[in-house]
């Protein structure tokens, strides 16, 4: 044990002329007194030398809480917590189990597991507290394999029916995108609780089994639990991906229905379901009713208003959020104004919030952000100068980066940039030669100049490797559900009719044109 310098002044405890055991009781209350108090590791050191030259280092009780402090504290040292547990005599598991959840919590989860396998290997039994930091460990670090085996441990010391550790158990089956398990533990489940539910949803929202979630969360209201503020959220988050808004509208009524507040995750949980679904009116009317936003929240508002055209309303309220609130913007909030930027053709304005990004707030812009800028020289016709920009990137551009600029070049006339195009072609060839979509878009830009040669090349070598246009792709919302069409798709059995009420409508169309 390495023991610290003990200070010569400002003592802790007063000189005892004696060691007896009531002075070493004595002694040990304050320890453990000071140490509920402690705050500092100076302080903890001065404690913890105290505990040496005392003879206390053996203390069960003193040493499992200077283990929680180094192990769980926020100035936590979770090498020395490893250390003094490997050091001491004898350790009960609680102290196995703060250093196992420290690890979890921390940069390098996969250190709990191998703690676990030294509590092991010393005889020292886990409990059900032990085992949810190490599935949280193995759901951090997706470590599959070794959670299975962990699983195993659970099963032999018969915690199989533990709510507690089903729940991590369900986690980290779902964090590792292994569905059926996860589904296959919580449905053997024999006790439940609302994490349960919670944790089940969630696994089948991060696989996108969609309809399973939101089956999950019908069957929760059905067997009597009260969904939370989490089980909503989720629940929102899968009428995302489905694109379902007479859904994500449903979800809304029940948190009305059930008296829930409109806290930040959840306020902004909605906000994000009705921007994405289309409905940006009700969005505002959500945002507007919230008493607190945080910074996702006016991200979330803002990015929702530019997506979908609302480009000067983003922008003011990009500016109404500097101005009269104490928050500052993060990396969504200027996606979102540079997608605005781009949306109503503010080139300066676009170059200024890009470059304030991080000069005035320190924000570094990602790829997303680069890729954001590239279409606003873009769309504005400078091809040359977002050329330019990618070639000065200060990290290597991805294929997407490329592909915005030589979508842009098939729509304005470049004909004064045409080894911007070739550039920007033979590099976007060189990422993703076999992606259909760049090779598409090259045919057509050869066909567009007259060189129908080279197009017909492009389309015979798709061919010769088998590569698809991917089809197009539309749906409409029909009763609450979701109808998906796909460029080419007959197998509808209505779809003669469909192609009448069509054909009705574009005679209409011309009718009232040719009145007119």
């Given at each position: 044990?390495?023991?610290?310098?003990?200070?010569?002044t400002?003592?802790?405890?007063?000189?005892?002329?004696?060691?007896?055991?009531?002075?070493?009781?004595?002694?040990?209350?304050?320890c453990l007194?000071?140490?509920?108090?402690?705050?500092?590791?100076?302080?903890?050191?001065q404690?913890?030398?105290?505990?040496?030259?005392?003879g206390?280092?053996?203390?069960?009780?003193?040493l499992?809480?200077?283990?929680?402090?180094?192990?769980?504290?926020?100035?936590?040292?979770?090498?020395?917590?490893?250390?003094?547990?490997?050091?001491?005599?004898?350790?009960?598991?609680i102290?196995?189990?703060?250093?196992i959840?420290?690890?979890?919590?921390?940069d390098?989860?996969?250190?709990?597991?191998?703690?676990?396998l030294?509590?092991?290997?010393?005889?020292?039994?886990?409990?059900?507290?032990?085992?949810?930091?190490?599935?949280?460990?193995?759901?951090?670090s997706?470590?599959?394999?070794?959670?299975k085996?962990i699983?195993?441990?659970?099963?032999?010391?018969?915690?199989?029916c533990?709510?507690?550790?089903?729940?991590?158990?369900?986690?980290?089956?779902g964090?590792?995108?292994?569905?059926?398990?996860?589904r296959?533990?919580?449905?053997?489940?024999?006790?439940?609780?609302?994490?349960?539910?919670?944790?089940?949803?969630?696994?089948?929202?991060?696989s996108?089994?969609?309809?399973?979630?939101?089956?999950?969360?019908?069957?929760?209201?059905?067997?009597?639990?009260e969904?939370?503020?989490?089980?909503?959220?989720?629940?929102?988050?899968?009428?995302?991906?489905?694109?379902?808004?007479?859904?994500g509208?449903?979800?809304?009524?029940?948190?009305i229905?059930?008296?829930?507040?409109?806290n930040?995750?959840?306020?902004?949980?909605?906000?994000?379901?009705?921007?994405?679904?289309?409905?940006?009116?009700y969005?505002?009317?959500?945002?507007?009713t919230?008493?607190?936003?945080?910074v996702?929240?006016?991200?979330?508002m803002?990015?929702?208003?530019?997506q979908?055209?609302?480009?000067?309303?983003?922008?003011k309220?990009?500016?109404?959020?500097?101005?009269?609130?104490?928050?500052?913007?993060?990396?969504?909030?200027?996606?979102?104004?540079?997608?605005?930027?781009?949306h109503?053709?503010?080139?300066?304005?676009?170059?200024?919030?890009?470059?304030?990004?991080?000069?005035?707030?320190?924000?570094?812009?990602?790829?997303?952000?680069?890729?954001?800028?590239?279409?606003?020289?873009?769309?504005?016709?400078?091809?040359k100068e977002?050329?330019n920009?990618?070639?000065?990137?200060?990290?290597?551009?991805?294929?997407?980066v490329?592909?915005?600029?030589l979508?842009?070049?098939?729509?304005?006339d470049?004909?004064?940039?045409?080894?911007?195009q070739?550039v920007?072609?033979?590099?976007?060839?060189?990422l993703?030669?076999?992606?259909?979509?760049?090779?598409?878009?090259?045919?057509n830009?050869?066909?567009?100049?007259?060189?129908?040669?080279?197009a017909?090349?492009?389309?015979r070598?798709?061919?010769?490797?088998?590569?698809?246009?991917?089809?197009?792709?539309?749906?409409?919302?029909?009763?609450?559900?979701?109808?998906?069409?796909?460029?080419g798709?007959?197998?509808?059995?209505?779809?003669?009719?469909?192609?009448?009420?069509?054909?009705?409508?574009?005679?209409?169309?011309?009718?009232?044109?040719?009145?007119?």
């Amino acid at each position: 044990m390495v023991r610290f310098k003990i200070p010569t002044t400002n003592h802790i405890f007063p000189p005892e002329p004696t060691n007896s055991i009531s002075n070493l009781l004595s002694k040990s209350h304050q320890c453990l007194t000071l140490l509920k108090l402690c705050s500092s590791t100076n302080h903890l050191s001065q404690i913890h030398a105290q505990i040496q030259v005392s003879g206390l280092q053996n203390h069960a009780h003193l040493l499992s809480e200077l283990i929680r402090f180094y192990a769980l504290s926020p100035s936590k040292n979770l090498s020395y917590a490893r250390s003094l547990l490997y050091n001491s005599a004898a350790s009960a598991p609680i102290s196995w189990n703060m250093v196992i959840r420290g690890y979890a919590s921390s940069d390098t989860p996969r250190e709990a597991v191998l703690i676990f396998l030294d509590m092991k290997r010393r005889g020292v039994r886990p409990n059900k507290l032990t085992f949810p930091f190490l599935f949280k460990a193995c759901a951090e670090s997706f470590a599959l394999e070794e959670g299975k085996q962990i699983h195993v441990e659970v099963v032999k010391c018969g915690l199989a029916c533990d709510v507690y550790v089903n729940n991590n158990l369900v986690h980290f089956y779902g964090s590792c995108k292994k569905v059926l398990d996860a589904r296959e533990v919580f449905d053997e489940m024999g006790e439940r609780s609302v994490v349960s539910w919670n944790a089940v949803i969630t696994a089948c929202v991060e696989s996108c089994w969609l309809g399973d979630a939101i089956g999950y969360f019908v069957k929760m209201m059905d067997f009597g639990f009260e969904p939370d503020e989490t089980t909503m959220v989720v629940a929102l988050s899968a009428c995302v991906k489905l694109g379902n808004l007479s859904l994500g509208k449903w979800i809304h009524s029940q948190v009305i229905e059930r008296g829930m507040v409109l806290n930040c995750q959840l306020g902004t949980a909605l906000v994000d379901m009705y921007t994405k679904c289309g409905a940006v009116g009700y969005a505002r009317l959500v945002f507007n009713t919230m008493k607190e936003r945080n910074v996702w929240t006016w991200s979330a508002m803002i990015l929702g208003l530019a997506q979908h055209g609302y480009a000067t309303e983003a922008l003011k309220l990009f500016l109404t959020m500097m101005k009269s609130s104490s928050i500052r913007p993060n990396y969504v909030t200027f996606l979102g104004v540079l997608c605005a930027c781009s949306h109503a053709g503010m080139v300066d304005d676009g170059c200024r919030y890009f470059n304030e990004m991080e000069r005035v707030h320190r924000i570094k812009p990602m790829m997303i952000h680069y890729g954001a800028m590239v279409d606003i020289l873009a769309r504005a016709g400078h091809l040359k100068e977002a050329y330019n920009f990618i070639t000065n990137m200060p990290i290597e551009p991805d294929p997407i980066v490329w592909r915005t600029l030589l979508s842009a070049c098939s729509i304005h006339d470049a004909n004064d940039v045409k080894e911007v195009q070739d550039v920007v072609r033979k590099r976007l060839l060189e990422l993703e030669p076999k992606r259909s979509g760049n090779l598409v878009i090259i045919a057509n830009m050869y066909a567009e100049d007259g060189m129908w040669d080279k197009a017909a090349n492009v389309r015979r070598v798709m061919k010769d490797v088998g590569l698809k246009k991917i089809g197009g792709e539309s749906s409409i919302e029909l009763g609450g559900s979701i109808r998906r069409f796909y460029c080419g798709d007959d197998s509808y059995v209505d779809l003669e009719v469909t192609y009448e009420l069509l054909d009705s409508l574009n005679l209409h169309m011309k009718m009232m044109n040719f009145l007119s």
